[in-house]
């Protein structure tokens, strides 16, 4: 049980670092710009994180010039993800990640977890680690795939595979 709570407070603390990394795309956003947040229905975790991501961003959530303003995905119906500019892709869809990377890079979707393994296999842009302490990777890879561009300070500031 305690592994559940643990999930959604994680992900409560990931959106406002998740909003600063938006905040640094080239060229920079401005406007509101659409998120996904991708979740399994039936899945304990995903629909946990999804929730926490959900309540953390409310009505919309500034990013920069621009602000996020967030729907819920089911993974069965991401379809092209067309128009969304950001999709956070919560707990518990290692399986679906592939399938995910596929379509956000063919859209050029930002792609931001807290699961690290999903930038260190480059099917995620970038992932956001609050354990020890707060740990931003970015994958090259996913990130030309998807054709994301980051500033250069961003770039220094975060830890690049």
Excluded: W
């Amino acid at each position: 049980m305690a592994l559940t709570s643990a999930t959604p407070l994680s992900a409560e603390l990931n959106v406002p670092i998740a909003a600063r990394v938006v905040s640094f795309l080239q060229p920079p956003p401005s406007g509101t710009m659409a998120a996904a947040i991708l979740f399994e229905p039936g899945n304990a975790a995903s629909e946990a994180e999804a929730n926490a991501i959900e309540r953390a961003i409310g009505n919309g959530l500034a990013a920069g010039r621009g602000a996020i303003r967030v729907r819920r995905v089911p993974i069965g119906a991401m379809g092209a993800l067309s128009g969304y500019h950001v999709a956070f892709v919560t707990a518990g869809l290692r399986s679906q990640q592939g399938d995910i990377a596929a379509i956000a890079a063919k859209s050029s979707v930002l792609t931001i977890s807290s699961d690290a393994a999903c930038v260190q296999s480059a099917r995620c842009v970038v992932g956001i680690s609050t354990v020890p302490k707060t740990q931003i990777t970015v994958s090259r890879a996913a990130a030309r795939a998807a054709n994301i561009r980051f500033g250069s300070a961003f770039l220094m500031l975060v830890k690049e595979i």
